[in-house]
Each structure stands twice: as structure tokens, then as C-alpha cells.
């Protein structure tokens, strides 16, 4: 009862305790929520935000400053976002390259008709590429989640790739070529 009769002393009310009770007991969780919660809206379009801030921010910035230049055209900005976006899904497909040969293998030796993939790969492994699969998923690649892993396997993730874009399969041979 103290430290209500302190805080309040301090000029806190009752619901500012409350939410900095709440913020102090799930303050893990709201870090993981704003860690996802990175986009940046250009032109009305949502882009997402991997560990390579500065690089896209930078990147955007400079086709603003192309965009507002007397004689650009829209279709030399829409080409310059697409160059942009696809120069990141292949670093995302990069970092998939290097960090699991598991879903690697399934990615190059997609078929012309196939538009699914579910796989299991470590979960370490997993949490070291999710920000890469959220990135070419954001970007409309595929949809992808995560599926219920069968009993007894501790330390393995199921994933899914579904609705596999037809174009897809081009950034992952450019990639392959790296």
C-alpha cells in the first residue's frame, strides 16, 4: 500500500500503474511485437523492413529524389521500386541459401507446376531465416506459415509455402548463380 500512496504522491494515477505494470510484465513480448512491426509506407505501399534498414530507407530516398527531378517519368519510379524490391528478395533468398540447405534444395528443385512446399528444418535454423521468408512474402513471392510439428520432434519447425508465385522460381536460379 506504500508504493501506491508513493506513486501516487509522485502524481501517477491508477491506470498509468496499470500499464506500467503491464509494460514491466510482458515487456518480452512487446518487444517481439515491435521488432515485426517495421514497414515503411511509400507511394500508399507498405514495404517491410528486414535488419537492413538504413539500406532500403536510403535506396527509397534516392528514387524520391529521381522521382521529383523535371522529365521522370511514373513508369521509370514504378521501375526503380521493382528493382528495389527484387535486389531485396534476392538478398533474402541469399540468406536462405547460406543458412539452411534443407529448404535450399526444395526451393531449387521447384517444377514448373508447383505452387507448395512444406518442410521441416531446425527451429534455430528457422529463426534465422523468418525475417527473409516474411520479406518474400511480403513482396507477394508466397504465403508461408508455420505448421504443427508432430510429437517428439523437439528443435524441428514445419513450414509452408503455398500460392508459390511463377516468378519465384527465376529469383531463386539468379540466386543459385550467386
Known amino acids: 500500500m506504500e508504493t501506491v500512496s508513493a506513486l501516487k504522491e509522485l502524481g501517477f494515477n491508477f491506470w498509468q500503474v496499470v500499464v506500467l505494470f503491464v509494460v514491466i ?3 518480452f513480448e512487446i518487444r517481439q511485437i515491435l521488432e515485426r512491426v517495421r514497414t515503411l509506407e511509400v507511394f500508399g505501399n507498405k514495404i517491410g523492413l528486414g535488419e537492413d534498414v538504413e539500406a532500403l530507407v536510403k535506396s527509397v530516398r534516392e ?4 522521382a521529383t527531378k523535371p522529365g521522370t517519368s511514373i513508369q521509370e519510379v514504378r521501375d526503380e521500386l521493382s528493382s528495389v524490391l527484387r535486389r531485396r528478395c534476392l538478398g533474402a533468398l541469399l540468406n536462405i541459401r ?3 540447405t534443407v529448404l535450399w534444395s526444395h526451393l531449387k528443385n521447384l517444377q514448373p507446376q508447383q505452387t507448395a512446399i512444406v518442410t521441416e528444418i531446425r527451429l534455430d535454423t528457422y529463426k534465422e531465416i523468418e525475417s527473409s521468408l516474411r520479406l518474400l512474402s511480403a513482396a507477394g513471392m508466397f504465403e508461408y506459415s508455420t505448421l504443427p510439428v508432430r510429437s517428439g520432434s523437439t528443435g524441428i519447425q514445419k513450414i509452408s509455402l503455398l500460392n508459390i508465385h511463377p516468378s519465384f522460381r527465376e ?3 539468379e540466386a543459385e548463380r550467386f
Open 98 to 100: 547460406n543458412t539452411t
Open 63 to 66: 528514387i524520391k529524389d529521381e
Open 25 to 27: 510484465m510482458f515487456r
Open 171 to 173: 529469383l531463386v536460379n
